[in-house]
């Protein structure tokens, strides 16, 4: 069975920086394609990025293009967003997902066929 789990929520101040982590198990993952998507309380739930599992192709929201960085390391099975320079309004539930297929990108969360539990990032002004 696929299982995503999250790792490395917190609370930093604005500016700060934070690394999430996503460990995926149960299968190969060459063909698919991995996506961050955040929802704060009373929002619906929005993409973030996304890699494809090789890394050659990678997608940004505008609202985190120049601070964010997603990432893979294939050896470890993780995948990995670096967020920089945090803002209140990044506050929200991070979740890691999966959906097979590396092209064209899709931002929809219905698409995706694989979730973790998410992760708590809390960004203080």
């Known amino acids: 069975q696929v299982q995503l789990v999250e790792a490395g929520g917190g609370l930093v101040q604005a500016g700060g920086s934070l690394r999430l982590s996503c460990a995926a198990s149960?299968?190969?993952?060459?063909?698919?394609?991995l996506a961050w998507f955040r929802q704060a309380p009373g929002k619906e739930r929005e993409f973030v990025a996304a890699i494809v599992w090789n890394g050659i192709n990678r997608d940004y929201a505008d609202s985190v293009k120049g601070r964010f960085t997603i990432s893979v390391d294939n050896a470890k099975n993780t995948a990995y967003l670096q967020m920089n320079s945090l803002k209140p309004e990044d506050t929200a539930v991070y979740y890691c997902a999966l959906r097979p297929g590396l092209r064209p990108f899709t931002r929809a969360t219905t698409s995706f066929d694989y979730w973790g539990h998410g992760t708590q990032v809390t960004s203080s002004s």
């Open positions: 149960g299968r190969t993952f060459s063909m698919y394609t």
